[in-house]
């Protein structure tokens, strides 16, 4: 297993930014996917965006254009980029690695209107 750690969640106006980070307790060039998911109140969690070990990318067709997943200069970092930010896009961001497999505790992330 992995162990991961997300940052960077907050309050923010709608139409604002945020960046997330995650640390992986290993080099992400040893795991297979990482991704970030979100989860709502009431909903199910969903995926967000992904990155595989190669750099290929894909996300949710809600956040394409506006979300931007990547690998941070440290060799153990992910980060999501969330630009013009929605309401619609308050919940809670989860760090997940498929294989070694791991999830992070989540952080909070609200937009408001």
């Known amino acids: 297993q992995v162990q991961l750690v997300e940052s960077g969640g907050g309050l923010v106006q709608a139409g604002g930014s945020l960046r997330l980070s995650c640390a992986a307790s290993r080099t992400i060039f040893t795991i297979n996917t990482m991704a970030w998911y979100r989860q709502a109140p009431g909903k199910q969690r969903e995926l967000v965006a992904a990155?595989?070990?190669?750099?290929?990318?894909n996300y949710a067709d809600s956040v394409k254009g506006r979300f931007t997943i990547s690998r941070g200069n440290a060799k153990n970092t992910v980060h999501l980029q969330m630009n013009s930010l929605k309401p619609e896009d308050t919940a809670i961001y989860y760090c997940?690695?498929?294989?070694?497999?791991?999830w992070g505790q989540g952080t909070q992330v609200t937009v408001s209107s």
């Open positions: 997940n690695a498929d294989w070694p497999s791991g």
């Open positions: 990155i595989t070990h190669g750099g290929s990318t």
